[in-house]
């Protein structure tokens, strides 16, 4: 079954962002006590939409430092499902399917060259957050850098796909996450 993510108020947003309209919010996991391993961070799996209904994929399931992402797909398949990793109640990591992180390159601020799927652990450049629109899904991604990621033309595209340099939301810096 799709859920659509609740984007809630605003608090909480890597949170609210992993929450889905139909069941509850995950729960962060508490710190470990003193010399216990820490629970691993909650995560989900979800597609992510273009606002003309294209879906983001991880060209070759990940693994790229160019043209990493694509935004022309029709379906959902294995390449358009990403995990979001939950790393605080403000920000999330993106996973694809083949186990890579999504950087934001520089952190944001690119007009090309903006994504990358080539890291196997999580720094600065693959701290995002989600900053919530409406209530049916619709989010904006923002950059380490706060900036915003623009889904260029709105998707459908193969080549000069994603930009990290928008400062204010607009309808391309429109994305739904469908778990």
């Not at 710190?31 to 209904?53: D, F, L, V, Y």
């Not at 934001?104 to 601020?109: A, D, H, Q, T």
């Amino acid at each position: 079954m799709s859920r659509l993510i609740n984007t809630g108020t605003g608090t909480g947003i890597a949170v609210a962002a992993l929450a889905c309209v139909l069941a509850p919010a995950p729960a962060v996991a508490a710190p470990a006590p003193a010399g216990e391993p820490a629970a691993p961070p909650a995560t989900m799996t979800c597609s992510i939409q273009t606002r003309t209904g294209h879906y983001v994929t991880a060209v070759g399931g990940g693994g790229r430092t160019a043209d990493a992402v694509r935004t022309d797909a029709t379906k959902a398949g294995p390449t358009e499902r990403f995990q979001l990793v939950a790393l605080d109640a403000t920000t999330f990591a993106v996973r694809t399917s083949g186990n890579r992180y999504i950087s934001v390159v520089g952190g944001g601020g690119r007009t090309t060259g903006a994504i990358r799927s080539t890291a196997t652990a999580v720094g600065a450049e693959e701290k995002m957050g989600v900053v919530p629109i409406t209530a049916d899904g619709w989010s904006a991604i923002r950059t380490p850098k706060g900036t915003y990621l623009t889904a260029v033309g709105g998707g459908g595209r193969s080549k000069d796909v994603v930009r990290s340099t928008a400062t204010k939301i607009g309808p391309d810096e429109r994305f739904k996450f469908t778990c």
